[in-house]
Every structure is written in structure tokens, then in C-alpha cells.
């Protein structure tokens, strides 16, 4: 059976979805939750989708926003359900988010993440991100880490 990872943008209802698979998160986040975070700024939602003959199967989102101006837009939240992970699904969306971004003007792109989370640390580090900055926790692995690449 062919399986293919497909990414489009979609709404805050797809995202709260997909966020109740990712039990790293809290999986109670709702519509409001993402939509205030994000405030009147301009913003991409993006879901990417496991495509199976003609079916769609919803398996990871990233939410960004344009947080800090300056040219620069901000991958805020992002994550593949678990069942999913290795197939893609994040280098898709990541792809798609760049893509978006440079088309828009933007000249950077931001992502904060925590040691604690490791897959996405080999992902910035594999793909070109450069640390920026470490916000300091009272545990090392709550420690946040924010990293930039120009695009
Ligand atoms: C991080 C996460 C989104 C990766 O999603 P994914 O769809 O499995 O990732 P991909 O298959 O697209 O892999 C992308 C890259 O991530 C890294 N990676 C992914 N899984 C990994 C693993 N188990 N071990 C090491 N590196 C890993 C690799 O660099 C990989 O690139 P490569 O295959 O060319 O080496 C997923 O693990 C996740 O949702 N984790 C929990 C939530 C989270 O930590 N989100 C990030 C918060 S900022």
C-alpha cells in the first residue's frame, strides 16, 4: 500500500485534532488556546496529512506566527502523533513553512525548543538552525533554547 506525507494549511480545529495524539503537550489545548497565542499577528497553520488511496489521515500540525517583527517568523508549536513519527512528517511541514516564509518577505525563521526534547534538537541542528539564545529553568531540561536559520 503506497503511503504518502502531504502538508496544506488548515484551521485550528485540525490542530486541536492532532494535539490530543501528542502526549508530550497538554492534550486539553482548545481552539482559543492557539488562537490567542497567536493574537491579531500574521500567522500559518499547517497540518500534514498520511495519504492512504484516497483517505487523509491527520498526523501532525505546526503552528507559527510572526512573533518577534524584525523580519523573522516564529515556529511556535510543532509535532507529529506518535503512531507517525519517522516517516517525514516534521521535515514536510518545516519544508512548507520555509517555502511560505521566504515567499512572504520574511528573511529568518525562529524556533524555541527545550533539551528535553531531543528529536527536535537532531532536527535543527541536522537542518541548519543556529542557537541564538538558552532561557535557563530551575531543571536543565526545561531549559529554553532558541535557535534561528536565515532562509
Ligand atoms: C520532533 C517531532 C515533531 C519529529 O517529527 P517526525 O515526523 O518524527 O520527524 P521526521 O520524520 O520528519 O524527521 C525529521 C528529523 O528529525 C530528527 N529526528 C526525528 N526523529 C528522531 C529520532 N527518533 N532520533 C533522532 N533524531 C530524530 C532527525 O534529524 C530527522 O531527520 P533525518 O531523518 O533526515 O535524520 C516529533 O518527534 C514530536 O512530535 N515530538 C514531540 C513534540 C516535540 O518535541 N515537538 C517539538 C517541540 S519544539
Known amino acids: 500500500m503506497q503511503k ?5 494549511e488548515a484551521t485550528f480545529d485540525d490542530v486541536v485534532k492532532v494535539n490530543k495524539t501528542i502526549l ?6 482548545n481552539k482559543e488556546y492557539f488562537k490567542e497565542r497567536c493574537g491579531d499577528k500574521k500567522r500559518l497553520i499547517i497540518v500534514s496529512y498520511l495519504q492512504v488511496h484516497i483517505k487523509e489521515l491527520p498526523i501532525g500540525y505546526i503552528v507559527a506566527y510572526d ?10 508549536m510543532a509535532a507529529v502523533d506518535p503512531k507517525y513519527r519517522g516517516k517525514g512528517a516534521l521535515k514536510a511541514m518545516i519544508k ?11 528573511r529568518q ?6 533539551n528535553r526534547r531531543r528529536e527536535m534538537l537532531n532536527y ?12 535557563k529553568k530551575e531543571d536543565i531540561l526545561e531549559n529554553r533554547i532558541l535557535l534561528q536559520k536565515e532562509i
Open 4 to 8: 504518502k506525507v502531504i502538508v496544506k
Open 109 to 114: 525563521l525562529r524556533i524555541k525548543t527545550r
Open 124 to 135: 535543527l541542528v541536522k537542518y541548519g538552525y543556529n542557537f541564538v539564545d538558552v532561557i
Open 67 to 76: 512573533r518577534f517583527g524584525k523580519g523573522s517568523f516564529y515556529c511556535w
Open 96 to 106: 512548507y513553512l520555509e517555502t511560505w516564509a521566504k515567499k512572504k518577505g520574511y
Open 24 to 29: 508530550e503537550f497538554d492534550t486539553s489545548y
